[in-house]
């Protein structure tokens, strides 16, 4: 079965430009890990569940320590990685 899949921007994104979204889709990560400003540096992670956790310790970690509220989105839970948080939360 011969398909193609024709994106179209939500109404809502603010960049409708066909050319564009196309060119960007089609870059790596080592390309866009490129920033013609020195000062804006960008990495693209490929294992970014471990950073995201340590995040969310480190705010829970602070905010009980600073007796501070602290926020943040739980995705869907995900055992091999929400674990790992709930193993740090109840050994620091």
Same mark, same amino acid.
């Given at each position: 079965m011969d398909s193609? +899949? =024709?994106f179209k921007p939500a109404d809502?994104?603010?960049?409708?430009d066909r050319e564009l979204?196309?060119?960007?889709?089609?870059m790596t990560a080592e390309e866009i890990?490129?920033?013609p400003n020195p000062d804006v540096r960008i990495k693209i992670l490929s294992g970014f569940g471990s950073v995201v956790m340590?995040?969310?310790f480190m705010?829970?970690?602070e905010s009980y320590e600073q007796n501070k509220? +602290?926020?943040?989105? +739980?995705? =869907? *839970? =995900? *055992?091999?990685t929400h674990m790992v948080l709930a193993e740090l939360i109840n050994t620091h």
């Open positions: 193609i +899949f =024709n809502w994104v603010p960049i409708k979204l196309d060119r960007l889709a089609k890990e490129q920033h340590a995040d969310k705010g829970i970690k509220k +602290f926020s943040t989105i +739980f995705g =869907n *839970p =995900n *055992p091999n």
